[in-house]
């Protein structure tokens, strides 16, 4: 026995098991220069790492005076969006062996992401995670995006988890916030390393202050066994 009976892994998408943020950037900077914002930088998109698209373009459209609707920016960042993910989003080796290593041992997973239920699909067929991640919630299935614990609990719900059996991995400060309030434990994974510091991270279980260069899968999957023997 691996000592992972009972327990579930639940998945944030986005900078945590595949490197999207760099299409989420483009689609962004396109959407937004067309509306007359020429000069949005990776550092303004960074301030938007964590949280669902439609809250990013309801955010543009009151911080930039935007006069389109919310429902057309949305609709035009997802397009671009989609036309990016389809043929250019990257799987996180250490990510995908940490999956791998999870299916081998029959765990119950999940992707609970803030992005649309199209893109989510996209992003597991594209990369091939869709043959081990089949349960998936997105923001838009749910009342509240992220810090809310909606779309975690949502994501237990479907795979018949108790919270409290549940761990989430995630990059962003507002999935940390949203797995603790789910009574959930978290392995943070931070996207942007200089935000290690974040008060929401001071609630996971295992921080990988380092992000993605310092994560592995056989770290991961020893914390998970030795926080499922403490349970």
């Given amino acids: ?12 998408l ?18 937004l220069a067309e509306h ?16 669902s698209t439609l809250e990013t373009v309801t955010l543009w459209k009151r911080e930039y005076g935007l006069r389109v609707s919310v429902e057309e920016l949305l ?7 989609l036309e990016l993910a389809r043929t250019a989003t990257r799987a996180y080796p250490e990510m995908r062996k940490f999956v791998e290593l999870l299916a081998t041992e029959a765990v119950p997973m999940a992707v609970a992401s803030g992005s649309s239920s199209e893109a ?14 089949r349960t998936v919630v997105s923001a838009d299935e749910v009342a509240h995006g992220k810090p809310a614990p909606d779309v975690f609990l949502e994501a237990a719900a479907r795979l018949g988890a108790d919270p409290a ?17 789910a009574g959930m434990r978290c392995i943070a994974v931070p996207y942007v390393a200089a ?25 991961a999957y020893d914390w998970l066994v030795r926080a499922a023997n403490s349970a």
């Avoid at 930088?41 to 964590?50: K, L, M, Q, S």
């Avoid at 992003?123 to 081990?132: F, K, N, V």
């Avoid at 059996?165 to 309030?181: L, N, S």
């Fill in 165 to 181: 059996d549940c761990v989430v991995v995630e990059d962003a400060a507002p999935g940390a916030a949203a797995a603790h309030a």
């Fill in 120 to 133: 989510i699909t996209a992003i597991l067929a594209g990369t091939g995670l869709d043959g081990q991640l």
């Fill in 36 to 51: 007359g914002v020429p000069d949005f930088t990776w550092a303004d998109h960074e301030r938007y790492v964590g949280i």
């Fill in 75 to 81: 609709a035009a960042k997802n397009r671009r969006y």
């Fill in 195 to 219: 935000q290690a510091d974040a008060p929401e991270f001071a609630t996971a279980g295992l921080l990988v202050r380092g992000g993605q260069a310092e994560f592995t899968a056989r770290a």
């Fill in 1 to 12: 026995m691996s000592g992972l009976s009972g327990m579930s892994v639940v998945f944030d």
């Fill in 14 to 31: 986005d900078g945590t098991l595949v490197d999207s943020e760099p299409n989420y950037f483009e689609a962004g900077r396109q959407v």
